[in-house]
């Protein structure tokens, strides 16, 4: 694995304090055992609390749900979502990793999110309520206010998978994060969130379960959830559920739910490398059946092999996109940490695609769509995990000039590291395929490459007149007080409140986030303007029991008439609602 050294960053527990500037060292050995283990475990990205034995804080004894917010607050252009948090009445705060659909004329929008309140509730907390861990808020005037909803309602249905396995008495689930919504153009919206057992949070989690709600007059809700499972549940961990919903024949709805499985390997749960599957519905969520897109890559799976699970090529962050006749499609990183890990079969991490003209039923086999310099292990000071991703996203042309044509936007170090497989300068690209992904455009980046800041987690959307946006965040690391080695920055990223593991750094980030617009096909890019319209100090954002991640894994953001609608984790409030990051939404 790489020996995490650059200038002026350290992960330290709380009795050593400790910057460790100067240069960042690469480790030359090969990777332990051990390391491979804590990879395979940082590959598992659901929300977290850190350790939530002996915090002492407010929450954990909380009685009560939290109330609406009502009416969004203002900033300027952007419009709060989800509620203030107080760090000093919730066990964990924060709101991040956020998700976005809309009706087909823009006008009723719910966004959902990370909600570090869950960690409060059960199965959390004994003797408390259930919640879950995602939130949600909506919008009936175009995104000008917003309600945060609160957490959408338990479910006790599984649709596909064996079930509890003795894990819960009582068969009840609630979200577990990685929230990803859609629109089925009847106004019905679709909710997946990774799902846990109301009486236990153990690993893995319960599955992945899928919400559907409406809009009755200006009010929303959901109903009950179904559950999806791996059928080798619970030595299987379903992760990054991602959700695509198509309208077909008769009425129904399509409903197509890609995952990252870390399968049973070696004969160890949950400790292969990750397989790419899609879960899918053709009855509105009824009944269910699963495809393997991309299976597990582990090199070694002899039980009685002594390197049985230590090498293998990783597999994560799916997105699904449906094509104007059917068509279905998904991208996804292949790779990470490559050649640190699985470098016998990769160079460097790459961005992967595969079709389905069936419906899911079957899929071609994987291709390359772009070989990438990763920026995973060079994240911001203040992003309070010791990695991030380089996850893409897709998107197809449904009407206009370039009807069926596959948009998938990554970020990518090269421009200021070549042929490196990591650095820290990275950009937004995109590239575009007009024959359902046989072969794709030289990629093109939205904006001015290797300027010293890091643009990232873009999102790319097709309105209906084919005008192409991409959405990103932009953050840069920088020292802001006279003293060059003071520690101007300090997140936890694991461990207890009491006895914390921190990551610090003499460095501040800020961040903003930026949409560029291509009006021919993405061919060329206008110039990249800011969605937001304040800056966020993300060092000054992260309260010490903020969740983990503080600004999530991605955003979100859509193509309506002639503007974009974004949705990100915003730490503004900084100052003014004691340091918690909120959901934001802004049009441009």
């Known amino acids: 694995m790489r020996a995490k050294l650059r200038a002026g960053v350290a992960v330290v527990t709380v009795a050593g304090l400790l910057s460790v500037p100067g240069p960042r060292v690469e480790a030359q050995e090969s990777p332990s055992p ?10 598992r990205t659901p929300v977290s609390g850190g350790e939530l034995e002996g915090a002492a804080l ?30 000093a009445a919730n066990l964990r705060s924060g709101a991040s990793e956020l998700t976005l659909a809309a009706t087909s004329d823009g006008r009723r929008l719910v966004a959902g999110w990370n909600d570090g309140i869950g960690f409060a509730f059960a199965p959390f907390v004994a003797g408390q309520p259930p919640l879950g861990l995602s939130g949600y808020g909506f919008s ?70 899928i919400h559907r709600g409406s809009f009755r007059g200006r009010s929303f809700s959901f109903g009950d959830p179904v559950l999806i499972q791996s059928p080798n549940y619970p030595n299987d961990f ?20 890609s995952v990252t499985n870390f399968e049973e390997v070696c004969d160890i749960p949950f400790f292969g490398f990750g397989a790419i599957e899609m879960y899918r519905s053709l009855d509105g969520g009824t009944t269910w059946a699963r495809t393997v897109i991309q299976p597990d890559e582990t090199i070694v799976t002899d039980p009685a092999d002594p390197d049985c699970g230590l090498d293998g090529v990783a597999n994560q962050g799916s997105a699904p996109a449906v094509g104007p006749n059917g068509e279905l499609y998904v991208a996804w990183e292949r790779g990470e940490s ?11 991490a790459t961005i992967a695609f595969a079709a389905s003209t069936n419906r899911g039923a079957t899929f071609t086999a994987p291709r390359q769509v772009a070989s990438i310099c990763s920026g995973a ?8 995990r010791t990695s991030s991703n380089d996850f893409p996203r897709i998107a197809v042309a449904q009407s206009g000039r370039h009807k069926g044509r596959i948009y998938i936007t990554y970020h990518d170090c090269s421009a200021a590291s070549g042929s490196a497989p990591f650095g820290a300068d990275t950009d937004v690209y995109v590239t575009f395929s007009d024959n359902r992904g046989a072969t794709w455009s030289t990629a093109r980046p939205v ?40 520690i101007e920055c300090s997140v936890r990223t694991g461990g207890t409140l009491t006895e914390p593991v921190l990551k610090q750094s003499t460095l501040t980030t800020f961040s903003d986030v930026f949409t560029v617009r291509s009006t021919d096909g993405g061919r060329t890019w206008r110039r990249p303007e800011r969605l937001t319209d304040v800056t966020t100090n993300w060092c000054a954002a992260t309260p010490i029991n ?40 802004g049009r441009h």
């Open 140 to 209: 009936a005037d175009s995104g000008r206010s917003w309600t945060d909803g609160g957490a959408p309602p338990l479910g006790d249905t599984v649709a596909f998978g064996p079930g509890t396995q003795g894990r819960s008495a009582t068969g009840n689930y609630v979200t577990r994060g990685d929230p990803w919504l859609d629109e089925d153009g009847r106004g019905n919206f679709y909710y997946a969130n990774l799902a846990v057992w109301e009486d236990d949070a153990a690993t893995p989690p319960a599955g992945v379960s």
């Open 238 to 257: 379903l992760d990054k559920e991602a959700l695509a919903v198509d309208r077909i024949g008769g009425g129904r709805t399509a409903l197509y739910v």
């Open 546 to 585: 903020s969740i983990i991640p503080n600004f999530g894994d991605y955003n979100t953001s859509l193509s309506h008439d002639d503007d974009v609608l974004a949705t990100w984790a915003d730490g503004r409030n900084a100052g003014i609602t004691d340091r918690v990051p909120t959901a934001w939404f």
């Open 377 to 384: 292990n060079d994240e911001p000071a203040a992003y309070n």
């Open 447 to 486: 904006h001015r490459v290797a300027d010293g800041r890091q643009q990232f987690w873009p999102v790319v959307s097709v309105g209906d007149d084919g005008e192409v946006d991409v959405s990103y965040y932009q953050m840069q690391d920088v020292n802001v007080t006279p003293d060059p080695d003071d």
């Open 338 to 348: 490559a050649p640190d890990v699985g470098g016998s079969v990769l160079p460097r």
């Open 34 to 43: 051990g390391d491979i283990a804590a990879f395979k475990e940082s590959l």
């Open 58 to 87: 407010a929450g954990a004894g909380v009685s009560g749900l939290p109330a609406p917010l009502g009416n969004g607050h203002h900033g300027g252009s952007n419009v709060q979502v989800s509620e203030d948090q107080d760090p």
